[in-house]
């Protein structure tokens, strides 16, 4: 049985780092996608705190643990100062400026030299091991459900529901907004550190636009109301190639098109996603006791 | 006692004057009806007085503080809860969490205690809950407490909004058409309910377009037309000034 799990994660070990890594990616983005706002920054955050984590390692020798907490506060610093100005911008408007930022990071990332240019950031010691990244995704996962029924989470909520109403209420918009967008930030830039320190190195298409988008799939597919549905929805869409190619069928070339298969159905059917599925099952069971 | 000074406050949206000149006062603890046809400028005027819109000119003063030109959220932070006369509820949660929602000025709920899991977070959440309660019962909603808003009927949902805005205990509550679409028994409800929120002391302006209801509630009555006010005074003087009549009672039957 031991024998067989080992040989299991000697096959799949990275798929499961890598389910893991874009979960938390995923989490990420619903701080803000949970407040109303559709923001497509989260992938270049990611970028930024991975590549700030790598130079810390490779050129400033600092220890894996300082490296990641410095690669989430770039993340996080530079997403405070892009969202005092971007976030004045509503819906697709909103959507276009962080995806034009996501560019400039992976532009940046190819001019520059620090970054390795084109090549990327390579020879960065290969020190995440699955159980730190699912104990960062669990901690995320334990912030995010607890997030909503505090202060701030109640603040995000009110804000997607009815932004005027809920700047009645007394709740300070622009702050909510700005606080939500930097939490984000940081919590992308800590899986951008661990992908570094997973994969040897880290390139400029690594997290490019097609990341960007595949985190807004996870959240919708998984459902953006509850703490559990953007990391279904990364599950999912992370392990389907794999799941695929055990059927026999290679899902390498129409990944993209199973992809949008899966959101289409999702978009039909459960629009709130499926961790809406979870929610019918529970009053079911409920009444099913009572009756 | 004066509450609210409204001081030559106008407002024009491009070449549209919806605001000249607006001045009335509120006294405390009073219930002061604000009427007028449509497109008279009544909701604009709410809007300004809740921060919502800023004047082009001219001055709102509550309890000695400046009022215009500070945005929404800090107009609520010195006790100003309003309505929208095209309800603004949040449709996705259920009336208690509408009410929950509507206690941020009044609730810590801090994120770090909940996330060491201490006691006291609990406590607020209980503390809460029970508030969030009596304040639905008072508007008669307890018994749907569990239902999403998007789904109540639509003088529920002008009760849940009330309920909202109580959550934070405001001392001068702006109410935009609190009875529009309601049932007379409805309507006689929230009377009841606006009669006694005045008596604890509770400041009221409201838009109504139902007569019976702001005749019978009001102490004073500012009357708008065109944005200018006509007239302002007791349920008497309105009804019987020539203006009012003209413009927006028509001729004879005034209990429209």
Redesign the interface.
């Known amino acids: 049985m031991l024998e067989q799990l080992a040989h299991f994660y000697a096959v799949y070990g990275s798929v499961i780092n890598f389910i893991g890594i874009n979960a938390l990616m995923a989490l990420s983005l619903n701080v803000t996608l949970a407040a109303g706002m559709l923001s497509l920054s989260n992938a270049a955050f990611a970028g930024l705190g991975g590549y700030a984590a790598g130079i810390l390692t490779l050129h400033f020798k600092m220890p894996y643990v300082v490296s990641l907490c410095g690669g989430a506060l770039v993340a996080g610093i530079v997403g405070l100062l892009l969202g005092l100005p971007v976030l004045r911008l509503r819906g697709v408007f909103l959507a276009m400026a962080t995806l034009a930022f996501g560019e400039v990071v992976r532009i940046a990332a190819v001019n520059l030299d620090i970054t390795g240019g084109a090549e990327g950031l390579t020879g960065i010691p290969n020190v995440t091991k699955t159980w730190m990244i699912y104990l960062a995704l669990a901690g995320a996962a334990?912030?995010m459900a607890?997030?909503r029924?505090?202060?701030?989470?109640?603040?995000l909520?009110?804000m997607r529901?009815?932004e005027?109403?809920?700047?009645?209420?007394?709740?300070?918009?622009t702050y909510y907004k700005v606080a939500a967008f930097t939490v984000g930030a940081m919590m992308a830039g800590l899986a951008g550190g661990m992908y570094a320190h997973l994969n040897y190195l880290i390139t400029p298409r690594d997290f490019g636009f097609f990341v960007a988008v595949d985190l807004l799939i996870y959240n919708i597919v998984g459902g953006t109301?509850v703490w559990y549905g953007p990391i279904l929805g990364a599950v999912l869409i992370t392990a389907l190639p794999e799941i695929l190619r055990g059927a026999g069928v290679t899902a390498g070339p129409i990944r993209m098109g199973v992809n949008g298969l899966i959101l289409l159905m999702v978009i039909l059917f459960l629009p709130n996603g499926l961790a809406s599925v979870f929610a019918w099952v529970r009053p079911a069971a409920v009444k099913a006791k009572t009756t | 006692m004066n509450d609210l000074l409204v001081r030559n406050i106008s407002r024009s949206f491009g070449g549209l004057q919806a605001l000249l000149e607006v001045s009335f006062d509120v006294a405390r603890g009073t219930v002061h009806g604000l009427i007028g046809p449509n497109g008279a400028g009544k909701t604009t005027l709410i809007n300004i007085l809740s921060g919502v819109l800023s004047p082009t000119s001219g001055e709102v003063i509550y309890r000695d503080q400046a009022l215009h030109r500070i945005p929404a959220h800090r107009v609520a932070g010195m006790g100003v809860a309003r309505t929208f006369q095209n309800i603004r509820l949040f449709p996705a949660m259920t009336c208690l969490e509408n009410v929950l929602a509507g206690h941020h000025l009044t609730a810590l709920r801090p994120l770090l205690p909940r996330l060491l899991r201490l006691p006291s977070a609990g406590r607020e959440d209980r503390k809460l809950m029970g508030e969030s309660c009596e304040i639905l019962a008072r508007v008669g909603l307890e018994a749907k407490s569990s239902h999403l808003a998007k789904n109540l009927s639509y003088g529920e949902r002008r009760r849940l909004e009330i309920a909202r805005a109580l959550s934070f205990s405001p001392k001068l509550l702006l109410l935009d058409e609190p009875v529009a679409g309601m049932r007379r028994a409805e309507a006689a409800e929230v009377a009841n309910l606006v009669r006694s929120l005045a008596g604890e002391g509770m400041t009221i302006l409201l838009i109504e377009h139902n007569m019976s209801f702001v005749m019978n509630l009001c102490s004073q009555i500012t009357v708008l037309n065109f944005g200018r006010v006509i007239t302002t005074g007791s349920p008497e003087e309105v009804r019987g000034h020539r203006e009012v009549i003209e413009a927006y009672l028509g001729s004879g039957d005034h209990d429209a």
């Open positions: 334990y912030f607890n997030l029924r505090s202060r701030m989470g109640w603040a909520v009110s529901e009815d005027t109403a809920a700047a009645c209420l007394g709740i300070h918009i109301r």
